[in-house]
């Protein structure tokens, strides 16, 4: 728990008018960033020497329809020298962007085209950004709240145009 | 002057080599690759979806679906989510038989990959003894859980049941016998110079980049990352048992082979001393919130029966929050990211899959090699499309 305060710590330092909201729920560590400054506190936790979060474990994206702004991006991030995980999350609208990490992770590539493909939130400066698991010119995110579980059209036929 | 044109080929996703459903567009240059471009989700079901739309209990058969060679590997990562989620302690008996139906499947699972990844590259004999033991696992599962390839043996706060009679004979002969097996593989392989040639220096990735691109498990040991989230996170009581993490050096294809070989060496090991020090005790935590109530008691005694119902019918509903809880499956780090707004149904459910990360990093472990080198290069990712695409 020590470590992760470090993180914290060190942010609320550096980005005293950024950190919005931290919880801690079972021992883990929650972050509320506004998503104007994602990028710089991203890069910042890679860079420091202190604390070095190398690896990005996982990227998604949560609905909390009917809320506004409905949509969280969830960043997990894991330092190999302080073996801890921090938790970044910041809010996105509909029809709003975020900036790509993908220059500070690779493997943010495909996960931002996932959340991209499931939810329709875009990302600036991506440098590829198309559907992943789905077919390019399908209609919907099939992880919004308001996307029925069986899919929209279930019960017509699909038949592409060749 | 002759023009020189780049050739694009389209491999899979009907496939052997490819493992499932991949489908990878290569750009060449003669017999160089200059570009690879996978693509997935042929095998997308909505696994994340449907899982919004289910009780926490309904999911679990769900899990086994993802990684299918790992179903006991998947089980327990989406039931320790859940655990966390509800903050209850699981009995020491039952995290030890997770424990060793986990190291199990792992040997299974790994048995898959040598086999197929031999006969990629040329070798067939393995395939035909690597199935030989796997069945014999498999037989166990079966005799354990009731199914073989999906035996959704894990519940929320412990298994669904105990060991049946006799089975821990059969699992200690199977570990008394499998060191003379492995003999048998390496025999084959590990200084076969064709093997060497198909496998040494092929497909790197230097330990910077392999935990740039998020890459987990025994790909990212091949490349000399001593990291194992069995050790980093310790659960059910990895931390009781003894292991070490075999790494390798360069991060070819050659140090990942020679990784799951060693890490099958310990997983035997854990199933013996799981089985050594099988401790005795229940099997399900003592939370009548979570746990059904035993058989017997619910064809007997009115209460009973009502939380036997109430179980089934509404759910367990875990407080709010959010939790991620990951095991080391056996292509990586496997995580589940669970938000619960209190209700009967979690509000998200997200699968950090391996295979997805670990197979992102494959144009960068292929491109400016040769095309016969992209089959070795797969087969020593293990990737596993069911996980990729959900």
């Given at each position: 728990m020590v470590e992760v305060h470090l993180a914290v710590k060190k942010l609320q330092e550096k980005f005293p008018s950024s950190i919005l909201e931290v919880t801690s729920f079972r021992g883990e560590v929650n972050v509320v960033l506004p998503k104007k400054d994602l990028f710089e506190i991203c890069r910042f936790l890679y860079l420091d020497p202190d604390l070095q979060?190398?690896?990005?474990?996982d990227l998604c994206g949560v609905d909390y329809f009917?809320?506004?702004?409905r949509f969280e991006v969830v960043y997990l991030l894991y330092s190999f020298k302080l073996n801890q995980r921090l938790r970044l999350k910041t809010k996105v609208g509909e029809g709003e962007s975020v900036v790509s990490v993908e220059s500070i992770w690779k493997a943010a590539n495909w996960l931002e085209r996932e959340v991209y493909d499931l939810y329709g939130i875009s990302f600036e400066n991506h440098p590829d950004l198309r559907r992943i698991l789905l077919w390019d010119?399908?209609?919907?995110?099939?992880?919004?709240?308001?996307?029925?579980v069986e899919g929209p059209d279930f019960d017509k036929p699909f038949v592409p145009e060749v | 002057m002759a023009e020189t044109r780049l050739m694009t080929i389209n491999m899979g996703?009907?496939?052997?080599?490819?493992?499932?459903v991949l489908r990878l567009v290569l750009e060449l240059d003669g017999e160089i690759i200059v570009k690879a471009t996978p693509h997935i989700?042929?095998?997308?079901?909505g696994v994340e979806k449907l899982a919004e739309a289910r009780t926490y209990h309904q999911i679990i058969p769900l899990t086994d679906r993802l990684d299918y060679t790992n179903a006991m590997g998947n089980n327990l990562a989406y039931v320790l989510a859940v655990e966390k989620l509800l903050g209850i302690e699981v009995p020491k008996r039952a995290q030890y038989l997770r424990v060793m139906m986990a190291e199990l499947q792992r040997l299974a699972a790994h048995l898959i990959w040598l086999g197929t990844h031999a006969l990629d590259i040329g070798a067939m004999t393995l395939l035909f003894y690597n199935f030989r033991e796997r069945e014999e696992i498999l037989r166990i599962f079966e005799e354990v859980a009731?199914?073989?390839?999906?035996?959704?043996?894990?519940?929320?706060?412990?298994?669904?049941k105990d060991l049946p009679e006799g089975i821990e004979g059969k699992i200690r002969s199977f570990v008394n016998a499998f060191p003379d097996h492995m003999k048998e593989y390496e025999t084959l392989l590990t200084k076969n110079v064709i093997w060497l040639k198909r496998t040494?220096?092929?497909?790197i990735i230097s330990k910077e980049d392999a935990i740039n691109w998020g890459v987990t498990g025994p790909t990212l040991r091949g490349s000399?990352?001593?990291?194992?989230v069995r050790k980093a996170f310790p659960y059910s009581?990895?931390?009781e048992f003894e292991f070490d993490i075999p790494t390798g050096s360069t991060g070819d294809v050659y140090d990942r082979y020679y990784v799951r070989l060693r890490e099958m060496e310990w997983s035997n090991s854990i199933v013996r001393q799981a089985l050594d020090r099988l401790p005795k005790g229940?099997?399900?935590?003592?939370?009548p919130k979570v746990a059904l109530p035993p058989k017997e008691m619910v064809l007997t005694d009115i209460a009973s029966l009502i939380r036997h119902f109430k179980i089934v019918s509404e759910g367990i509903t875990p407080p709010r929050g959010e939790v991620y809880a990951s095991v080391e499956a056996s292509k990586g780090e496997l995580g589940f990211y669970i938000v619960s707004d209190?209700?009967?149904?979690?509000l998200r459910m997200r699968i950090r899959p391996p295979s997805f990360l670990n197979l992102s990093a494959l144009p960068k472990m292929i491109e400016?090699?040769?095309?016969?080198?992209v089959i070795s290069a797969i087969g020593s990712i293990d990737i596993v499309l069911g996980e990729i695409d959900r």
């Open positions: 979060y190398h690896m990005l474990t009917p809320q506004t702004p010119g399908y209609e919907g995110h099939p992880l919004r709240k308001d996307f029925p | 996703p009907q496939h052997p080599a490819t493992h499932g989700g042929h095998l997308h079901r009731g199914g073989r390839l999906t035996p959704t043996y894990l519940r929320i706060g412990g298994v669904a040494k220096g092929v497909g000399g990352v001593k990291w194992d009581s990895y931390d229940p099997i399900m935590a003592d939370d209190g209700s009967n149904r979690p400016g090699g040769l095309i016969a080198d």
